[in-house]
C-alpha cells in the first residue's frame, strides 16, 4: 500500500491458503492490491517443485508490476 500510494508498482505473492485473509486484509484496509496466488503448501516443496511453481506463475507474478505503469 505504502509503495502504490509513492507510484511504485507493487503486489504480493502467496500460497492459496491465504487469499480469505489477504481478502479481509484489503477490505479492512480499503486497497485493492494486486496479487498472485500459488498453490500451498510452500514449505514442504523440494527445490525442483519450487522452480517449476515459479515457471508457471511467472507471467502473473510479471504483470504484478508491470500492468499499471505509465
Known sequence: MDLESRGIPSGFIASCEF????DAQQ???GIN???V???H?????TDE???????QSIDRVAALVTENQS
Open 19 to 22: 487469499q480469505q485473509a489477504a
Open 27 to 29: 477490505k479492512s484496509l
Open 33 to 35: 492490491a494486486a496479487r
Open 37 to 39: 496466488f500459488v498453490p
Open 41 to 45: 503448501p510452500i514449505q514442504d516443496r
Open 49 to 55: 517443485e519450487m522452480a517449476e511453481l515459479a515457471r
